[in-house]
Every structure is written in structure tokens, then in C-alpha cells.
């Protein structure tokens, strides 16, 4: 290959991009930026009826979040513009124009209706759905005729009815597929807007693409491309196809299997870096076993070749893991600002905001184990913020700890705790010890009692520390709390 690498992620805009299509990008830019050739973001928006309103911007924050940036296309511009194809339907029309004067294509005055009748019989007869080609020998009279009869044609290629086409994908290797099961396609409809076969075609061409990376649900395209190109008199790409991503049920993965869209993992608290290391490594791998690699070590690494044709599982387990491994490796102060609105979003109304930040990293060291996402932290690090907690009495007693015990201990540890200065770790610690030892209690009794007291919890992470960063006023208004709880209970 002497020509540079020219690759281009060509997304419809209907809505937020799926987790798939995302991948097929990262694929390109990984490639690109592996050879020193360019990524080209182009809008494929000709299929007015399945716009969406905000899918452009969905995108492109989808690619910018992954950190994808683009050497051409919508706001960076670029030599081969314009970058939607709504702006260039006038080549497509050109293109078409040039295949029915060729021969290679024609005009077809078929109505809906017809079409429809067609397909119904042929699925009646058990018959390959497909055009018929009616309209492919009309003579010139009644070509005529229908255009004097107002009707506005479309343009269909004139697939070889013998044949095959075949080409090299870099993927699947050898792909033969008979021209005789491939029925004239539609290139430009009857209002001037080209398909995505024709639109496709010609701007691979325009924009001198290099390397068509796409998923396997494209492969059936692939020949009707190859004839059009040849048609044309154009120089195909290299085809890479992918197998689309599938769940653990090998269906492919939908909104039946939960989150699909990229942006739904950003706001469910997958960080950007474990979410490109993830979806790279399904259907690519450098040794079959290396698992956390960072965007530089895949992008020095990447090979077509070691791209998979089977197996692209979602595994949602591995995911977890793998954003649990990248948020420990963020430092505190990055970890925390990253919370920070997840906390906001997701911490009960009562708690006042705006959150206080250096409350926040101190907590964060005593969480960061056990989250695997930052909407996690919310519900692991309520019990700091809220002002009253709930206590459960029955927390507060087990096998050797009864209610009594408990409220004794309580209040023992109240008065001596409200002696101290300072709560640090050592002076908690050494202070419950000696206690439980002047109470006759085990210091696990001790410590459980606080616990549940302090936090309303059974398991947390280490009480002193919890307890040193919640700080003297707030434990020692949640152990008076837990004291009246306890004594009415006993009360009652
Ligand atoms: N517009 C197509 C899509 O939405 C592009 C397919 C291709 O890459 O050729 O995925």
C-alpha cells in the first residue's frame, strides 16, 4: 500500500450512538493514528425520515469523550468537504446521472403500490424478495410515457445477472457472493437523495478513503459497492468487517441487554479511559491475555490482523473490573473532582449542596476500593453526609451483645470521647481499646456498637478511619441519637 491511510467513521445521526458503532470508530482512529493517516468523521444524513434531533451532537460527544478526535470533518473542516452528505447530493446526482448514460443503471417508474404487490407475492411463493426488473428494458416510448405522465423515477443499477463478485476483506479473508442474487438496488430516489449505497460509494471515492472499517452487517453491501465502483470506473478500498457485538445470549447487544448507548456508560460512572481499553479488546487483543493497556500502548500495538472474526462478547462483569482497576489508579484529587457530580446527582435531596470538596477526598480514600463506577460512590458514602441517620436497633445487638451492653457501652464511650481534642485515628483507637477492656467487653463488641452507632451500618470501611474523618461533632450527635434510640426502645 503506497497510499496513505485514509479512514472514515460514517455515522447516520438517529440518535445516541450505540457502544458498536462507537467501537467501529475507535477502530479507525486507533488505525489511523497507528499509521499516521487520517480520521474522517462524515455524517451520513440523507435518510431525512430517521434524522434525530441532537443525534449530530450525541456523536460528536460521544467521539470527543472517547477522546477521538477527527482530522476532517463537521467543525474541523477538511480538504474533501463538505462532511454531511445532505451537502452533496449534486456529486450523487451526477454519479447516477453518469451510470444511466453509461448503461449501468436506469430509471424505474414502479410505483409503492406495485412494489409492494410484489413483494407480497414473492414471499406468497416462497420466491427471493427483490425488484423484478420491470422498468430495466423499457423502450424509449414508454419511458416517455411515464414522464409525460408526471412520474418522478428513481435510479436502479443494473446488477449483472451472471457472475460473482468477489473481493478480499482484510477480515474474513476470500468473499464470493453470486451477482445473481443481488436485485437492482435503488441508488438515487425520486426526490434526488441518493441511498447509502450510491452517497457511500461516492464519497469513499471523493475523500480518497483507504480502508472501509465497518461491522460484518455490512458485508452484504460490500458487493453492490464493488459493482458500482467498477461501474464508475473507481478503485475500491480495503474492506475490514468486524463482527458486531454481541451478549453473553450471542444476540446482539440491544436495549434488551441494558445500556448500549456510550453516553448512557459515561452517565452511569464508566470512566473514558476503562471504556476504550474494554471495547478495543472486544475484537482485537495484542497476546490473548493482556488485559489493562493504555490508549498509547494500543495504539503502537494495533493490527488488522489481530483483529477477531468471532467472539465480540459484551462482558458486563469485565467492565466493572476493569473501571474498579482504572478508578484505583486515579490520585485522589482526580478520583474526587471525577465524584463530585455523581455525588451531587445521586446523594439524597436533604444533603446540602454545593458539596463541601476537601470533605469529599477525604472520603475518597476510604471508598475507592469498593466502587467499581462513580455512581457507586453515592450509596457507599451516604452515611457521610446525610445529617440523621435511621438507626436499626436490632443492629446494635448479636449473639454476645445485648441491648444493655450496648447502651452501657454507648454511653461509656460517649463521655470519653467527648473529652478528646482531636479524633484521630491512633487516639480513637487506643482510647476504645482501653474502654472495652475497663467494660469487661471484647473490643470487636465495642467497635460493632460504634459502628452501627456512628454509621447506621454493620459493614464500613475501617471505623477509625470513618470516624476520624466524619469528625467529633457529627459522631457525637450520632451516638447521642443512638443512645435515646436504644433507651426508648428499651423503654418502650
Ligand atoms: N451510515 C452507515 C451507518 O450508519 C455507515 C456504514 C458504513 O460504514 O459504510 O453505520
Not at 198 to 220: P, Y
Not at 296 to 307: L, P
Not at 321 to 339: F, P
Not at 461 to 479: D, H, W
Request: glycine share 6%.
Amino acid at each position: 500500500m503506497t497510499e496513505p491511510v485514509r479512514v472514515r467513521f460514517a455515522p447516520s445521526p438517529t440518535g445516541k450512538p450505540h457502544v458498536g458503532n462507537i467501537r467501529t470508530a475507535m477502530y479507525d482512529w486507533i488505525f489511523a493514528r497507528h499509521t499516521g493517516g487520517k480520521f474522517i468523521l462524515r455524517i451520513e444524513d440523507t435518510d431525512v425520515a430517521r434524522k434525530k434531533e441532537g443525534a449530530l451532537e450525541a456523536i460528536m460527544e460521544s467521539l470527543k469523550w472517547l477522546g477521538l478526535d477527527w482530522d476532517e470533518g463537521p467543525e474541523v473542516g477538511g480538504d474533501y468537504g463538505p462532511y454531511f452528505q445532505s451537502q452533496r447530493l449534486e456529486l450523487y446526482q451526477k454519479a447516477a446521472k453518469k451510470l444511466v448514460e453509461k448503461g449501468n443503471a436506469y430509471y424505474c417508474y414502479c410505483s409503492p403500490e406495485r412494489l409492494e404487490a410484489l413483494r407480497k407475492e414473492q414471499e406468497a411463493r416462497k420466491l427471493q424478495t427483490g425488484y423484478d426488473r420491470f422498468c430495466r428494458n423499457l423502450s424509449p416510448q414508454e419511458r416517455a410515457a411515464k414522464e409525460a405522465a408526471g412520474i418522478k423515477p428513481v435510479v436502479r443499477f443494473k446488477v449483472p445477472e451472471q457472475g460473482q463478485t468477489r473481493f478480499h476483506d482484510l477480515i474474513y479473508g476470500d468473499v464470493v457472493f453470486e451477482n445473481s442474487i443481488i436485485d437492482d438496488f435503488v441508488m438515487l430516489k425520486s426526490d434526488g437523495y441518493p441511498t447509502y449505497h450510491l452517497a457511500s460509494v461516492v464519497d469513499d471515492h471523493t475523500m480518497k478513503i483507504s480502508h472501509v472499517i465497518r461491522d460484518e452487517g455490512w458485508l452484504s453491501s460490500a458487493p453492490r459497492h464493488l459493482l458500482m465502483y467498477k461501474a464508475l470506473g473507481y478503485e475500491p478500498p480495503l474492506y475490514v468487517h468486524h463482527p458486531v457485538i454481541v451478549g453473553a445470549d450471542r444476540a446482539k447487544l440491544s436495549k434488551r441487554h441494558g445500556a448500549v448507548a456510550l453516553l448512557d456508560f459515561r452517565d452511569m460512572g464508566y470512566l473514558p479511559e476503562t471504556m476504550f481499553n474494554f471495547l478495543t479488546l472486544i475484537g482485537w487483543s495484542l497476546d490473548d491475555k493482556t488485559e489493562i493497556m493504555t490508549r498509547q500502548q494500543i495504539v503502537e500495538n494495533f493490527s488488522i490482523e489481530r483483529m477477531g472474526k468471532t467472539g465480540a462478547f459484551f462482558n458486563m462483569e469485565k467492565l466493572d473490573w476493569m473501571n474498579g482497576v482504572y478508578i484505583r489508579g486515579l490520585t485522589i484529587d482526580d478520583l474526587s473532582e471525577k465524584l463530585l457530580p455523581f455525588l451531587d446527582k445521586y446523594l439524597p435531596p436533604e444533603v446540602k449542596r454545593p458539596l463541601d470538596v476537601n470533605y469529599v477526598r477525604q472520603i475518597v480514600p476510604l471508598i475507592r476500593e469498593r466502587i467499581n463506577t462513580l455512581k457507586d460512590a453515592a450509596a457507599y458514602a451516604e452515611f457521610f453526609f446525610v445529617d440523621k441517620l435511621e438507626h436499626d436497633a436490632s443492629k446494635f445487638t448479636d449473639k454476645k451483645t445485648n441491648a444493655e451492653t450496648a447502651l452501657t457501652a454507648l454511653k461509656s464511650a460517649e463521655e470519653i470521647l467527648s473529652s478528646l481534642d482531636s479524633f484521630d485515628c491512633d487516639q480513637l483507637e487506643n482510647t476504645l481499646r482501653r474502654l472495652a477492656e475497663k467494660l469487661g467487653v471484647k473490643a470487636g463488641q465495642l467497635f460493632n456498637v460504634l459502628r452501627v452507632a456512628t454509621t447506621a451500618r454493620d459493614a464500613t470501611p475501617p471505623l477509625f478511619e470513618t470516624m476520624a474523618v466524619l469528625g467529633k461533632e457529627r459522631c457525637m450527635k450520632r451516638i447521642k441519637a443512638a443512645i435515646s434510640r436504644l433507651g426508648n426502645n428499651r423503654d418502650s
